[in-house]
């Protein structure tokens, strides 16, 4: 069933902006991950982050779990136009995992 | 570079076709799923399976199955292709079902069902 939901759904940012998107989901979870997907391809993994963190790191990404408001964010700092995509939220529990309808990202040069 | 392989970027099939779609993967992972992909909807969980020979239905496995004899490859099947099984699909694989580690996705499969 699908567990997150993205918001906003679309964005639209100049190269060098920061992009912020939010993921909320209804049930308890395990952990929470960020996907993007480019244009007609398969989804890569971003990061992971459990549902005992707070917050976590990876290069130009910053996450954050507030499990009590059952919501996540996503950070993406310095855009750029390579960030261009959709960006999914996946929720892990009952040995699966249930994406988010998923946000559009553009970044203009 | 580890890789998931879907064997097909496009298809064409004809109502009523019966329709392989092949998924390798050379990570010797346990886990491999199968997703379909449309607009507005996301993307929903058709099969999974966590070992040779074994599968689980995921959300939506009405008019789908799946095989899988050895642990590199999933192959889903449309036993009788329908207008509405036009989609994107994706297959993923993983160590571990949730916890660890995130899926790696194939480059998806765009099936058209006329």
């Known amino acids: 069933s699908q567990q997150g939901e993205e918001d906003p759904q679309a964005l639209s940012i100049q190269e060098g902006e920061n992009a912020t998107m939010n993921c909320s989901y209804k049930t308890s979870i395990n952990n929470l991950q960020w996907y993007r997907q480019n244009s007609g391809r398969g989804l890569v993994h971003l990061i992971l982050i459990r549902s005992n963190e707070r917050e976590k790191h990876s290069g130009r990404l910053r996450v954050t779990l507030d499990t009590s408001k059952k919501s996540s964010s996503l950070l993406i700092t310095a855009s750029r136009a390579a960030d261009t995509a959709s960006y999914f939220c996946?929720?892990?529990?009952?040995?699966?995992?249930?994406f988010g309808k998923g946000n559009q990202v553009v970044v203009i040069p | 570079d580890v890789k998931v392989t879907q064997s097909s970027r496009y298809l064409v099939k004809r109502t009523g076709e019966k329709v392989f779609l092949e998924c390798v993967q050379d990570m010797d992972h346990e886990n491999m799923f199968w997703y379909r992909q449309d607009p507005g909807l996301g993307l929903r969980l058709i099969y999974f399976s966590y070992d040779v020979k074994m599968k689980e239905k995921g959300d939506i496995p009405e008019g789908y199955s799946v095989s899988r004899e050895k642990k590199e490859r999933f192959s889903l099947i449309l036993e009788s292709a329908s207008t509405n099984q036009t989609s994107m699909y994706l297959c993923?694989?993983?160590?571990?079902?949730?916890?660890?580690?995130?899926?790696?996705f194939g480059s998806g499969t765009r099936l058209t069902v006329v």
């Open positions: 993923a694989s993983s160590l571990f079902l949730t916890e660890g580690g995130g899926y790696t």
């Open positions: 996946a929720t892990g529990s009952n040995n699966r995992l249930a």
